[in-house]
């Protein structure tokens, strides 16, 4: 596949960067992935803000307006149209190159920016007797208090992931130390009570999921289901009818399984239809 790095395209296996580049050494950068079924993209433009954002958080310098991006991903993947219908594209880009190792932000350097495409699946059918089901455990949160920014360094999502997978389930549910629950270590969760749907409120304990965003929004200006952002306790994901995990490439994925213990009935529920028809009659406005 075509990748780019820094200005130019090219085959992604002669993709090359320097061992001193600050994303190597210190996972220092900021990245993006975002999904594009049959060339439309679902929250490119959430998806750019929120990288445009998170840079300026950590002072990157950022090269590109909003639309320079979108066109650069555009670009890419049409690059990459022999590649399969579904692609994700990865977006990162590090502080960039320096000349030594040493924590501080160097000056007058260029960031590196890389991005690459893969192949995603096909979205899951929206029939609850056919999509597949996930299994969690839960574990204290552990990760650091800017789990706002999407950085690249992901070590502590990357071990709270294999939790989860060492233990045969797909994900990791993370709660905080007063046991309300954050999110999963690659997703967005919403729980489902009698009939409203619940989900933590945004603030740094939490990535702010552009899927999660398009949920909130598509379900509000649908109006048939009620929505709720707010503190969601451990007890309550345990006594709830329906658990969901967001993210750009699960969609939203429903988990009948937590900690080896049935959710709700131990089905699909019935809201997650409701909820999941309406994202996807809306998802590519987004
Ligand atoms: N939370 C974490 C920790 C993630 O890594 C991700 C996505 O990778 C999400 C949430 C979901 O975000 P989005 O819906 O923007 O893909």
Known sequence: SIAYLNGEYLPLEEARISPLDRGFLFGDGIYEVIPYYNGKSVGLMPHINRMINGLAAIEIKNNHTADEWKTLLDDLIAKNSDQGENLGVYV??????????YHAYPEGVEPTIFCFTFGIKDPE????????????????????????????????????????????????????????LTEGSSCNAFIVKD????????DNQ???????????????????????????????????????????????????????KP????????????????????????
């Open 92 to 101: 990162h880009v590090s502080r960039g190159t320096d000349t030594k190792r």
């Open 125 to 180: 059918p929206v029939d609850r007797t056919r999509v597949h089901q996930y299994s969690m455990i839960s574990t204290e949160d552990l990760r650091w208090q800017r789990c706002h920014i999407k950085s690249t360094a992901l070590l502590g999502n990357v071990i709270h992931f294999q939790e989860g997978y060492s233990t045969g389930n797909d994900e990791a549910l993370l709660y905080n130390a007063k046991g309300e």
């Open 206 to 260: 939490i990535l702010p999921g552009i899927t999660r965003r398009i949920i909130i929004d598509s379900i509000k200006a649908d109006g048939s289901l009620k929505i709720e952002e707010r503190t969601v306790t451990m007890d309550e994901v345990r006594n709830a009818d329906e658990l969901w995990i967001t993210s750009s490439s699960k969609e939203i994925a429903p988990v009948t399984k937590l900690d080896g």
């Open 195 to 202: 009939g409203v749907i619940i989900t933590p409120i945004q």
């Open 263 to 286: 959710v709700g009935n131990g089905e699909v529920g019935e809201i997650w239809e409701k909820a999941f028809q309406i994202y996807t009659a809306s998802k590519f406005d987004f």
